[in-house]
């Protein structure tokens, strides 16, 4: 009979289900069994799965339950089965060539500020997707309702990436892993003034810094482009973060709760990023797809690099790459405008070059 690991295919579903954008209580539920059941010898799982006592665990439901005992059983679970099934359709041939061109993701969030999974697993699961980097961005401190991360918990993680590089590169030294490095950085928040949302002492200290607007999405166009300007003036910002803030789909873009796009001057805007080799953008969020064809194509036009992110808030959204290499096709952008297809000395170079 062939053997399955039970835990590795709860948190196959759980990654199906995050990169699916379904509910998050969904995603919870497969996380929290493959916790509970990573914490029991291999003999006790099996012995409960043949007993049918896996929903006395702590955790562990009747769905979750019955993928373990299938799992135990050698088979592929049947709700991994639909998963892998329903996921969706092969890229066109110059989406793949765009994909297999990037070699990290410079926007994701951990559970330090508003995503759901902890730092070290964010980065195993880009490693399993074969990034050689992934940037950590989470939010900075006045972004309270994101748990926005104060300058002393900045410095602390960025002690816990040193100390999770390390182990990284020793696992990659044993063969264990390909060779990948988390990079430090934060999703700053662009102030009313222009002004970045964290010192100029930790911002010169991080790899990369992501910078967008989170509030007064709606101001004048004239005050969004002063704010826009200012900020990609600053020599510690990076990229411009989904520049217009638009949601276009998903459970908080329905009705009246859709959000349109800010407005600002384009041309000033996206001048200005080219003037100081900024990035812009392309952010692959299925609800946000940021910024507009349009706007993208006349960023494009002005001679502005980009940057395809996936602004993952779980490890299965990091898989959400194609959706902005798509984007980034029809508008004619090549791997030469996509910082995030250097290699990792390429991106640093990059990044520091602004300062």
């Given at each position: ?54 929903t006395d665990l702590p955790g562990v439901g009747e769905v979750t339950a019955r993928c373990v005992a299938e799992s135990v059983a050698g088979e592929e679970p049947v709700y991994l089965r639909r998963l892998l099934d ?235 790459l194609p959706y902005g290499c798509a984007r980034a096709v029809a508008c004619g952008v090549g791997p030469d405008r996509i910082v995030n297809t250097m290699p990792v000395g390429g991106l640093l170079d990059w990044a520091?070059?602004?300062?």
């Open positions: 009979m062939a053997t399955r690991d039970p835990i590795e295919d709860l948190r196959r579903i759980a990654f199906l289900l995050e990169r699916a954008h379904e509910a998050a209580y969904r995603v919870k539920a497969f996380r929290t069994a493959a916790a509970t059941l990573a914490a029991l010898p291999p003999d006790e799982i099996a012995e409960r799965a043949g007993s049918g006592t896996l329903t996921e969706g359709a092969d890229l066109d041939e110059a989406t793949a060539a765009l994909r297999a061109a990037l070699r990290g993701d410079c926007h994701s969030h951990s559970d330090w500020s508003d995503g759901g999974s902890p730092i070290e697993e964010m980065a195993l699961a880009a490693v399993e997707l074969g990034h050689e980097y992934l940037v950590l961005t989470d939010h900075s401190p006045r972004l309270k309702v994101a748990r926005g991360l104060s300058a002393d918990r900045l410095r602390e993680q960025l002690d816990v990436v040193a100390a999770l590089n390390e182990k990284l590169s020793e696992l990659a030294a044993q063969g264990a892993v390909k060779p990948f490095r988390l990079l430090t950085g934060i999703e700053v928040d662009i102030l009313e003034d222009g002004s970045l949302d964290q010192s100029d002492e930790l911002l010169a200290r991080l790899d990369v810094v992501v910078a967008s607007v989170h509030s007064k999405l709606r101001d004048a166009s004239a005050v969004m482009t002063k704010r826009m300007v200012t900020a990609l003036a600053n020599p510690h910002m990076d990229i411009l973060g989904h520049c217009t803030g638009r949601l276009v789909t998903g459970r908080k873009a329905t009705g009246q709760n859709k959000r349109p796009e800010s407005e600002f001057d384009a041309d000033t805007v996206f001048g200005t990023a080219a003037e100081h080799d900024k990035a812009i953008e392309i952010n692959s969020r299925p609800e946000r797809l940021d910024p507009p064809k349009r706007l993208l194509r006349r960023a494009y036009e002005l001679g502005c690099r980009f940057s395809i992110d996936t602004d993952a808030h779980a490890p299965g959204q990091l898989d959400w520091r070059s602004h300062s």
